[in-house]
């Protein structure tokens, strides 16, 4: 069989290794060992599966390949945050981030190879969407971001943000299998609760997520509760009206009883005033919610600045005046462009 042609055995499911020995004369439990070795132990190479005989191993090796992620390069930002180059098996290369704080170790993993939307504040939408990214390597991605956390931090992974490049929910498929091999015994055997997945709000998959029952967080990049306000900065956002994008996060709401975060990047005279202060919170009259101010991370161009710090304040005690929780996120990482919006690997093939 043609190498190219051989399928990543790591695209099949458990039920589809077992078939695949059936098939082959052997037992099906033989498909849990390879399971096991795959995604609990990370082997990327055949070879390594010890418990397996020679025979069994040259019948994956003729059938199969393991295609997995390398780190090509790693950025240590002064305040600890650590950027990932992560080439894929095309050499196409994707940026994962690393984040530390007193308490926590966050892994911020990308979705996809650029993104196709359009978020004029954001540095990775410069980068046309190449492709989505395979379930493993997403799971990988987390994998190797865990070792990093114990190798320099001495702690396990705390959490995990799809806030990398590209639009989790436009590759829904391969995010929920990366999350179920993340969360399942056989993978890492995180608790789901410690996942978030931020999406740019597309109400369509935010209402297949709640009926999928998604155990995991929810965050919305929402930016201005105005129409036109939110349309100039996400030109997308005119195909997803607030008032449908409110409405699929109340279903979310309903389905799963979990408060959605706001993402908001607060900019100097686009939507600092009092209207967008407002509006915001009216906005969030939705659902129980909660508010992540963000302090915009420049990305090269001049067209925006980031807000004064009083008006920053100012969407705090508005926000806390009617009771909604709201927190300020500073940048983390900036130094070595591994902030929010900032992932645009500078050379996307290398
Ligand atoms: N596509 C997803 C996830 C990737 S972006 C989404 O839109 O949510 C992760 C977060 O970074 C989003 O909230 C995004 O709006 C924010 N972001 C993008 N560019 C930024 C910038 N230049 N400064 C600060 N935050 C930014």
Same mark, same amino acid.
């Given at each position: 069989m043609?190498?190219?042609k051989k399928k990543?055995?790591?695209?099949?499911s458990?039920?589809? +290794?077992?078939?695949?020995? @059936?098939q082959n004369?052997d037992?099906?439990f033989r498909?849990?060992?390879? !399971?096991?070795?795959?995604?609990?132990?990370?082997? *990327?190479?055949?070879?390594?599966?010890?418990?397996?005989?020679?025979?069994? $191993?040259?019948l994956l090796e003729s059938?199969? /390949?393991?295609? *997995?992620?390398?780190?090509?390069?790693q950025?240590?930002?002064k305040d600890?945050?650590i950027?990932n180059?992560i080439? +894929?098996f095309?050499?196409? %290369?994707?940026e994962? %981030?690393? #984040? &530390?704080?007193?308490? $926590?170790t966050t892994?911020c993993?990308?979705?996809?190879?650029g993104?196709?939307l359009?978020?004029k504040?954001?540095a990775t939408?410069?980068i046309? $969407?190449?492709r989505?990214l395979?379930a493993d390597e #997403?799971y990988d991605?987390v %994998?190797?971001?865990?070792?990093q956390?114990?190798?320099y931090y001495?702690?396990?992974?705390s959490n995990i %943000?799809?806030?990398?490049m590209g639009?989790? +929910?436009?590759? !829904?498929?391969?995010?929920?299998a990366?999350i179920?091999?993340i969360?399942?015994?056989?993978?890492?055997?995180?608790? &789901?609760s410690?996942?978030? @997945?931020?999406?740019s709000?597309?109400?369509k998959m935010i209402m297949k997520?709640?009926d999928?029952e998604a155990k995991f967080?929810?965050?919305v990049?929402? *930016?201005?509760?105005?129409?036109s306000v939110r349309?100039?900065?996400? &030109?997308?956002?005119e195909k997803f009206p607030l008032?449908e994008?409110g409405?699929s996060?109340?279903y979310?709401y309903?389905?799963?009883? $979990? &408060?959605?975060? !706001?993402?908001?990047? @607060?900019?100097k005279? #686009?939507n600092?005033?009092e209207?967008?202060?407002n509006?915001?919170v009216?906005?969030?009259k939705n659902?129980?919610?909660? /508010?992540?101010l963000i302090?915009?991370n420049?990305?090269?161009e001049?067209e925006f600045?980031?807000?004064?710090?009083d008006?920053l304040m100012a !969407?705090?005690?508005?926000?806390?005046?009617?009771?909604?929780t709201s927190t300020?996120r500073?940048?983390?990482?900036?130094?070595?462009d591994?902030?929010c919006?900032? +992932?645009a690997n500078?050379? /996307?093939?290398?």
């Amino acid at each position: 069989m043609d190498k190219d042609k051989k399928k990543d055995i790591r695209s099949l499911s458990i039920a589809e +290794l077992r078939d695949f020995f @059936v098939q082959n004369g052997d037992q099906a439990f033989r498909g849990n060992q390879v !399971y096991q070795w795959l995604w609990q132990k990370g082997i *990327h190479d055949f070879r390594g599966m010890t418990n397996l005989s020679k025979s069994t $191993r040259d019948l994956l090796e003729s059938n199969f /390949v393991i295609n *997995h992620i390398a780190i090509d390069r790693q950025q240590k930002s002064k305040d600890g945050t650590i950027k990932n180059a992560i080439k +894929l098996f095309d050499q196409l %290369v994707v940026e994962s %981030v690393l #984040i &530390p704080t007193a308490t $926590r170790t966050t892994a911020c993993v990308s979705s996809q190879v650029g993104c196709s939307l359009d978020c004029k504040f954001c540095a990775t939408s410069k980068i046309k $969407r190449m492709r989505n990214l395979n379930a493993d390597e #997403i799971y990988d991605q987390v %994998v190797a971001m865990d070792q990093q956390s114990r190798y320099y931090y001495d702690r396990p992974l705390s959490n995990i %943000v799809f806030m990398g490049m590209g639009e989790p +929910l436009m590759n !829904y498929k391969n995010l929920i299998a990366s999350i179920d091999k993340i969360t399942q015994p056989e993978g890492l055997g995180m608790s &789901p609760s410690r996942i978030t @997945v931020s999406t740019s709000g597309i109400p369509k998959m935010i209402m297949k997520m709640a009926d999928d029952e998604a155990k995991f967080g929810l965050a919305v990049s929402l *930016h201005s509760a105005i129409q036109s306000v939110r349309e100039q900065l996400m &030109p997308f956002a005119e195909k997803f009206p607030l008032e449908e994008l409110g409405s699929s996060i109340r279903y979310w709401y309903e389905k799963t009883s $979990r &408060p959605v975060t !706001y993402e908001y990047v @607060v900019l100097k005279d #686009i939507n600092d005033k009092e209207a967008d202060i407002n509006a915001l919170v009216d906005f969030c009259k939705n659902t129980p919610c909660k /508010v992540n101010l963000i302090e915009y991370n420049p990305i090269g161009e001049n067209e925006f600045l980031q807000a004064d710090n009083d008006k920053l304040m100012a !969407y705090q005690s508005a926000l806390e005046a009617n009771r909604i929780t709201s927190t300020i996120r500073r940048s983390r990482g900036k130094d070595i462009d591994a902030a929010c919006g900032q +992932l645009a690997n500078k050379a /996307v093939k290398i």
